[in-house]
């Protein structure tokens, strides 16, 4: 499935940088597609694994045996000679090999290559994934997607992690030629004799192709015989030749000459979380704050965090997601709202990193000790939820590095430290490092505080700002981390130009923050998850956030709760991995003026919520909804196989996703659809058109009667379906979305 390029401008846009995230400016938007969703649906088989697995998501150690030295360089898949059968432009290959593409188990994925030859005699190809011992694993014969062009692609998924191989062979089909040429000669009178008995030898080669199953060798040997039967005449005899029986058995296992295979190219398969997720963020010192009558402020703690996890856990959130939780400094501290000067009682912004409490690899006294945190993970555990914590390298004045190691920053010309800048904008109270002074030095460190925090057992890390440090670094951090804890994951919290987002992820982030906060439109949204779903899902992984503590949309600001609600349907049955701020439940929507962020910011204050007064407004009950729906459903949980259909109404968007029965490990596909009113202000009505096909119904079905059994998932109310329906969603009801259940009737 491929995409002719579109060209489209790109607007510049820069987000905030070295306090803890983006705010405000809108990221770059990345070029547009037009005709999302009108993919030509895949003619091709799908194959999996039938090796049998363990949790995909089960731990995994290696004793650790990276050293500090930098690793190799990252090299190309080894040179291939062109093959008798030419296979080029393999996909999905990254840099030629240099880095991996991503996939986790059970992910059927896309594989192409251009495959052609001389003259006129026939070919085929056959995609194959290697296992990481080396050894063949699932495989499958492609099927040409652009006839005339030579593009073949076949769909395959990996059944456990690992760093895994893929290549594409081509091969001479001289099953194919024969049937090609004997189909024209024998009615012809040309050759006959000649030509039939030439199918004959075909036909005992093939069965004797070594793994051929026992009745479909009894098949080929029968059409052998009566290939020769010269008793019967040539039609009948060409017949048994190009029977479909003959042609099942060839398809499943073809006699191929002159295999030529391609390069085998780097996949790197990870563990299913690195895929999907459903991430709920805290402040921890929020989480159990107070505030007494007279205005006294008792701050939460990484206990009172921790005993207050059973209501988020209760919404089926599977990722934990805290803010730094080490010391912050007092020296230049920000006051609420990012003023300059705090007042008694402020915490400080804790991306201000460091104090005489010590630093990244410490903990807050005011948030309680190693034990608290220890204690707070292991309750996220026995909920079902792992903990991300944020990896900010940054350091306040009052860093012990700032002492003990000064030419880990910027000295100025007159002696003083550089701190954070992006003009106009000053955080005097945030030192950067300068990686181009002792790397190996601030290499050592962090890889220290990064060890410190997976024996606490941290398991992800949610890394604030990586486009502002060298990707060397980062590249260099991830691959000796995954050497020694294969099932640490990295998200890049980027809002940048596209490159930078795409070669994060080719360099190991495992995820990334994207734009989706600021796709609004049905254009906007469709042509985006055609780029991600199509065109970059082997490299970056996204999470859609609909807010964060640094942004605050125009859209959720004027929308209110209808916008939070739509938005939340958007980010779960979009994206794989979503995540929800805390507080989202209450709309919080007031901006700080001038910003795209939240008036009285977290970062800057306590935050004391009062979550059981806010349920009234249906968004708690909603976000359970929905991630009880991703639970019961794979295909949410897959990227790459999504349909948009026509609404006949811009303001109302419907898309589907399925998951293939191989996939579901049920006897039939899994397929939800979508319907979202993206207007949170008025009731919208739209004719929906659905693609049967992409709905799992055959390509003869009639759509003009009722064909598939629906059930909307966030009502529980059923209907029956044709090829077109009427439909109206109403956000002053409460009812902003559809999230269907699909079968057929």
Known sequence: MQFPPVSRAVSAGFGEE????????????????????????????VTLST?????????????????????????????????????????????????????????????????????????????????PDGTDGPSARMVEILPGLDRYEARLAADAPGDWGLRVEGWSDPYGTWSHDAGIKVPAGVDVDLMLEEGARIMDRAAAVPGREEADAAVLTDAAAALRDESAPAAQRLGAGLSEEVVAVLDRLPLRDHVSPSATYPLQVDRTRALAGSWYEIFPRSLGSSRDADGTVHAGTLRTAAQNLDRIAAMGFDVLYLTPVSPIGTTNRKGRNNTLVAQPGDPGSPYGIGSADGGHDAINPELGGVEDFVALVARARELGMEVALDLALQCSPDHPWVTEHPEWFTILADGSIAYAENPPKKYQDIYPLNFDNDPEGIYDAVKEVVDTWIAHGVTIFRVDNPHTKPLSFWQRLISEVREEHPEILFLAEAFTRPAMMRTLGKIGFHQSYTYFAWRNTREELTDYLVELSQETAHVLRPAFWPTTHDILTPFM????????????????????????????????????????????????EYKQRDFAAARGNGIEDLLTQLNAIRASHPALGQLRDIWFHDTGNDQILAYSKRARAGQTGAEGDDVVLTVVNLDPHNAQVGQLNLNLVQLGLPEDADGSRPCLAVTDELTGQGYEWSGSNYIRLDPHSGQVAHVMRVRPL
Do not use: M
């Open 18 to 45: 070295g306090a803890g995230g983006a705010t405000t400016a809108p990221p770059i938007r990345s070029p547009l597609r037009r005709d999302a969703g009108r993919i030509a649906p895949y003619p091709g088989p």
């Open 51 to 131: 090796t049998s697995a363990a949790s995909s998501d089960a731990p995994q150690s290696n004793d650790p045996s990276a050293g500090s030295a930098p690793p190799s360089p990252p090299l190309p898949a080894p040179y291939s000679s062109i093959g008798r059968i030419p296979v080029t432009e393999v996909f999905p290959v990254v840099e030629d090999g240099r880095w991996p593409a991503k996939a986790v188990p059970r992910e059927v994925f896309p594989i192409r290559a251009t495959v052609f030859r001389e003259g006129h005699d026939r070919f085929g190809a056959t995609a194959v994934l290697v296992r």
């Open 557 to 604: 600001t004027h929308g209110g709760v209808p916008a939070f609600k739509l938005r939340a349907v958007l980010a779960a049955t979009l994206s794989p991995t979503w995540g929800i701020y805390s507080g989202y439940e209450l709309a919080e929507s007031v901006p700080r003026p001038g910003y795209e962020e939240q008036i009285d910011n977290e970062k800057y």
